[in-house]
């Protein structure tokens, strides 16, 4: 097992050279990618039905899906609309009302929520009116836990707030805000088509820190265009000086294949790889250097932060938002490309606004397909978080639950690890698996070897040539 006295995470530069390749981030297992229309709506009745004769009560996870942007950040790889027309936001926050009214009837006598978070797209894009009518419309179909003990988060553009707003979202029931940043310089910002002066961000988490917003977060990502280690030694500097609580920070992945606004970056004006693997280690340096804990994947969060906190105490969970403190519970998503997770199943959201209108007209959730998880993707799910939030695995836990013995039933899987030790990153002994501090950062990698499905779709496309191969962004 980890001892206190060792660091976090170590940046090794010839290892990760080495291993770095492309591979899931693990927001889910399996990964949405294993997702078929097979899985619809009734399906998804029949995973609640299973709940309600088990006679589930365990608190559920809300997410809510805000498209719209009012423009459009190149980098950019969610799914969002581009548009200033505000009568579309109406029409879409009334079909957002009946999913949700239809989630809670569903859910009823099991609805009660202890997390709450709003993504996007921007969710701001609402009006102050509009935010406070769906708040109120949320309390009244799903019983909400007291402020003090829920988690009720919401992302937020601070180009489209001021202060007024954020005390708002504060009596609104918002406990936690996420703010989009990504780089304070203004030759990245404008590379981005994201122009965001740094005083007025600052000016915004000042207020959030006013209205008592319980922990803030800020986003970041390094490889963007025109990005350099000085303006990342800047930036770094005044993310320090701001002291979120939480930050994200993420590898940008250029794939103008997958995401046609990327098309608008130039390529040469992307930083080097080598510089990328440079960035990484400056913002781990200074982050850890400013006191800052490694959580893992692309989060620090400050040591006395709920999500340092829960990695401590064991009890750190990851899902389609990221990582989160609460245990694992029911995950209720509603809007478009909403992905929820209930009772061994995941259903996604149609992804168009057309789409997911038509199956509301009709008096349906809106699922497009989805996954239903079998006993041997119960367990490899429950592999991949351990790994993911814990950095390790106890072997005897998993085995008590086991009809074959664990080094039989992953035998292939030792066998990959064993690589990984060799190169320093995990050790196998005493019944534990335990990644170390030079293998947090290639997490991707070591829960990849326990990916069934990962395995069978790359044999499958080396195989056969008409077999598209699966496409990820790289690990680091």
Same mark, same amino acid.
């Given at each position: 097992?980890?001892?206190?006295?060792?660091?976090?995470?170590?940046?090794?530069?010839?290892?990760?050279?080495?291993?770095?390749?492309?591979?899931?981030?693990?927001?889910?297992?399996?990964?949405?990618?294993?997702?078929?229309?097979?899985?619809?709506?009734?399906?998804?009745?029949?995973?609640?039905?299973?709940?309600?004769?088990?006679?589930?009560?365990?608190?559920?996870?809300?997410?809510?899906?805000?498209?719209?942007?009012?423009? @459009?950040?190149?980098?950019?790889?969610?799914?969002?609309?581009?548009?200033?027309?505000?009568?579309?936001? /109406?029409?879409?926050?009334?079909?957002?009302?009946?999913?949700?009214?239809?989630?809670?009837?569903?859910?009823?006598?099991?609805?009660?929520?202890?997390?709450?978070?709003?993504? *996007?797209?921007?969710?701001?894009?609402? $009006?102050?009116?509009?935010?406070?009518?769906?708040?109120?419309?949320?309390?009244?179909?799903?019983?909400?836990?007291?402020?003090?003990? *829920?988690?009720? $988060?919401?992302?937020?553009?601070?180009?489209?707030?001021?202060?007024?707003?954020?005390?708002?979202?504060? /009596?609104?029931?918002?406990?936690?805000?996420?703010?989009?940043?990504?780089?304070?310089?203004?030759?990245?910002?404008?590379?981005?088509?994201?122009?965001?002066?740094?005083?007025?961000?600052?000016?915004?988490?000042?207020?959030?820190?006013?209205? *008592?917003?319980?922990?803030?977060?800020?986003?970041?990502?390094?490889?963007?265009?025109?990005?350099?280690?000085?303006?990342?030694?800047?930036?770094?500097?005044?993310?320090?000086?701001?002291?979120?609580?939480?930050?994200?920070?993420?590898?940008?992945?250029?794939?103008?294949?997958?995401?046609?606004?990327?098309?608008?970056?130039?390529?040469?004006?992307?930083?080097?790889?080598?510089?990328?693997?440079?960035?990484? /280690?400056?913002?781990?340096?200074?982050?850890?250097?400013?006191?800052?804990?490694?959580?893992?994947?692309?989060?620090?969060?400050?040591?006395?932060?709920? @999500?340092?906190?829960?990695?401590?105490?064991?009890?750190?969970?990851?899902?389609?938002?990221?990582?989160?403190?609460?245990?694992?519970?029911?995950? #209720?998503?509603?809007?478009?490309?909403?992905? $929820?997770?209930?009772?061994?199943?995941?259903?996604?959201?149609?992804? *168009?606004?057309?789409?997911?209108?038509?199956? =509301?007209?009709?008096?349906?959730?809106?699922?497009?397909?989805?996954?239903?998880?079998?006993?041997?993707?119960?367990?490899?799910? =429950?592999?991949?978080?351990?790994?993911?939030?814990?950095?390790?695995?106890?072997?005897?836990?998993?085995?008590?639950?086991?009809? #074959?013995?664990? &080094?039989?039933?992953?035998?292939?899987?030792? %066998?990959?690890?064993?690589?990984? /030790?060799?190169?320093?990153?995990?050790?196998?002994?005493?019944?534990?698996?335990?990644?170390?501090? %030079?293998?947090?950062?290639?997490?991707?990698?070591?829960?990849?070897?326990? &990916?069934?499905?990962?395995?069978?779709?790359?044999?499958?496309?080396?195989?056969?040539?008409?077999?598209?191969?699966?496409?990820?962004?790289?690990?680091?």
């Amino acid at each position: 097992m980890n001892t206190p006295a060792m660091p976090s995470v170590q940046f090794d530069a010839e290892i990760i050279n080495k291993l770095s390749m492309s591979g899931p981030r693990y927001t889910s297992y399996p990964t949405a990618d294993r997702f078929t229309p097979d899985f619809g709506y009734g399906t998804f009745l029949e995973a609640l039905a299973g709940l309600t004769l088990r006679g589930g009560r365990r608190p559920l996870s809300l997410y809510l899906h805000v498209p719209f942007c009012d423009n @459009l950040c190149y980098y950019c790889a969610c799914n969002k609309i581009i548009t200033r027309d505000r009568s579309k936001a /109406a029409t879409y926050l009334g079909y957002l009302k009946q999913e949700t009214a239809m989630q809670g009837k569903l859910f009823a006598g099991m609805n009660r929520v202890e997390q709450l978070h709003f993504g *996007g797209g921007t969710p701001t894009y609402f $009006s102050d009116k509009q935010m406070e009518e769906l708040m109120a419309h949320l309390r009244r179909h799903f019983d909400f836990a007291d402020d003090h003990e *829920g988690e009720y $988060s919401i992302e937020i553009d601070p180009r489209t707030v001021d202060s007024e707003r954020i005390f708002s979202l504060r /009596a609104q029931g918002f406990n936690r805000v996420s703010l989009g940043v990504q780089d304070f310089d203004p030759v990245v910002q404008k590379a981005v088509n994201r122009i965001q002066p740094a005083e007025d961000t600052i000016a915004i988490m000042t207020a959030a820190r006013m209205a *008592g917003f319980r922990s803030i977060s800020i986003d970041l990502i390094y490889g963007l265009p025109k990005q350099t280690m000085e303006t990342m030694e800047r930036t770094l500097a005044q993310v320090v000086l701001a002291n979120p609580d939480r930050i994200a920070l993420y590898n940008y992945a250029h794939m103008p294949h997958l995401f046609k606004p990327q098309r608008r970056i130039a390529e040469n004006d992307l930083p080097a790889p080598n510089v990328k693997l440079d960035m990484l /280690a400056l913002c781990i340096s200074r982050l850890t250097a400013a006191g800052y804990i490694y959580i893992g994947m692309d989060h620090f969060a400050k040591p006395d932060d709920d @999500l340092a906190v829960a990695q401590r105490q064991g009890r750190l969970h990851r899902n389609f938002q990221g990582y989160s403190t609460h245990a694992e519970m029911d995950l #209720v998503a509603c809007g478009v490309s909403a992905i $929820s997770a209930v009772n061994g199943t995941y259903s996604q959201n149609e992804k *168009g606004l057309d789409e997911y209108y038509e199956k =509301l007209d009709a008096g349906k959730l809106p699922i497009v397909r989805g996954y239903q998880l079998d006993q041997d993707d119960m367990l490899r799910r =429950l592999i991949i978080q351990c790994l993911m939030c814990n950095f390790e695995l106890s072997v005897a836990t998993i085995n008590q639950g086991m009809a #074959v013995p664990f &080094d039989e039933y992953f035998a292939p899987e030792l %066998k990959q690890l064993a690589d990984f /030790a060799a190169d320093g990153l995990v050790t196998i002994e005493d019944g534990w698996i335990s990644v170390t501090p %030079k293998g947090r950062l290639l997490i991707r990698n070591i829960c990849m070897v326990f &990916d069934r499905h990962l395995r069978q779709a790359r044999l499958q496309a080396a195989t056969q040539p008409t077999v598209q191969p699966l496409r990820y962004s790289r690990t680091i």
